[in-house]
């Protein structure tokens, strides 16, 4: 077959809507994106562990504590799963993870945020796993199949997170003043991070265009912020609590909400790596492959013993 | 085997009696157990199965894409092993 059929055969599977599996043919350039695109998911769910897992052990009772210990460690399944998808692409997941820590490959620049207080980790299951989840639903339908199963499998198991964080910061909205000021104050910190969640405006984002036609992103950036935004404001009504944008308003003409414009410059300087945490969570990163790899260690030299063991 | 490199091992989940394992995904383990146990922790977390496979990756052989017209044709043209192939009267009944 030549080339030329092969791109043929391609372009005629993406226009009718039919995934695209590890053994096809496929451009260098979409195989390029998807290992770009998926390991940076991979590695936001692996550093996303991090500012939660730092409240795991502060939880304020036993069943808080369960739930962020559950939560947690989906998001560690859902790093797998994507990882897993970028080695069907042929992509190196050593590489992949080395290029994270040599700060080569991206992930959400949401993580480079610290979680200060509790009221943080309701707001963070609510905005940030909900900007996440608006994300990955229009994902479901991407273009390459191993990386919409595992989306698929992530929004099922990702619904109960923004739902936890949701009914926390419930919980201290009906609490003492104190209390719903902690929950006002981690809206006030997290609004923002979270709509540059969705990336740099349509104009400026540089892969694009190409992924929209290639299907593997369904929905700009834009047009996901703005779901989002609709979809979160009347969630923050019913908290009783303020988003922090004095232009926030229902826009009967559009059917959205009218909002500000993003802080760009401090989207592009957390992106460069001088956000609040950007040092440490690639420390904290770093520091658990090197003291794992006695464990690796400790697994191959088990798994070498109970080989001879079995063939003797 | 260097450390960065477990073997890559495919999973199949049986989630209940009655029906097949079906592939789920892949993960990385130093041996067969391990991989069994990883995929527990991975794929079943919410009760999604009652029994695991796991199969080195490198043992899975395929058919290759390039040649799937080809390979596949002989299916393609034998429409008369469809039951809808045959006609059959109106009034003829549990057939």
Known sequence: ?312 | MSNSQWPLWEVFIRSKQGLNHKHVGSLRAPDATLALENARDVYTRRSEGISIWVVESVQIHATDFDQSGSFFEPSDTKIYRHPTFYEVPDGVKHM
């Open chain 1, 1 to 312: 077959m030549t080339r030329a059929d092969q791109e043929r055969i391609f372009n005629e599977k993406i226009a009718k809507e039919i995934k695209i599996e590890p053994n096809d043919w496929m451009p260098e350039e979409y195989r390029q994106t998807l290992i770009r695109q998926i390991s940076q998911h991979a590695h936001s769910e692996v550093v996303g562990m991090l500012p939660e897992g730092n409240w795991i052990t502060r939880a304020p009772n036993l069943r808080r504590k369960a739930v962020l210990l559950a939560k947690v460690q989906d998001e560690a399944g859902h790093g797998l799963y994507l990882y897993s998808a970028t080695e069907t692409l042929g992509a190196d997941r050593e590489k992949t993870i080395d290029d994270l820590h040599s700060g080569k490959a991206k992930y959400s620049s949401i993580f480079n945020y610290p979680a200060l207080t509790w009221a943080d980790i309701g707001a963070i299951g609510w905005l940030v796993d909900g900007a996440a989840i608006m994300n990955q639903v229009a994902l479901c339908r991407t273009s390459y199949g191993p990386y919409a199963r595992a989306m698929v499998k992530i929004c099922k198991e990702e619904s109960f997170h923004q739902r936890q964080g949701y009914e926390s910061l419930m919980k201290l909205c009906k609490g003492t003043p104190q209390q719903k000021a902690m929950a006002q104050d981690a809206l006030n910190r997290f609004w923002w991070p979270a709509l540059m969640m969705f990336g740099p405006n349509d104009a400026e984002s540089t892969h694009s265009d190409q992924s929209i036609a290639w299907k593997i992103k369904r929905f700009t950036n834009d047009e996901l912020r703005q779901s989002f935004v609709d979809a979160t404001v009347p969630q923050a009504e019913i908290l009783g609590l303020v988003i922090p944008d004095e232009n926030l308003k229902w826009n009967e003409e559009r059917g959205h909400y009218d909002f500000s414009e993003i802080n760009w410059d401090e989207f592009w300087q957390v992106v460069k790596g001088n956000g609040p945490c950007n040092k440490e969570r690639l420390a904290a990163r770093v520091k658990a492959k090197e003291d794992g790899l006695w464990v690796r260690e400790a697994a191959n030299a088990f798994a070498k013993k109970r080989s001879m063991k079995k063939s003797a």
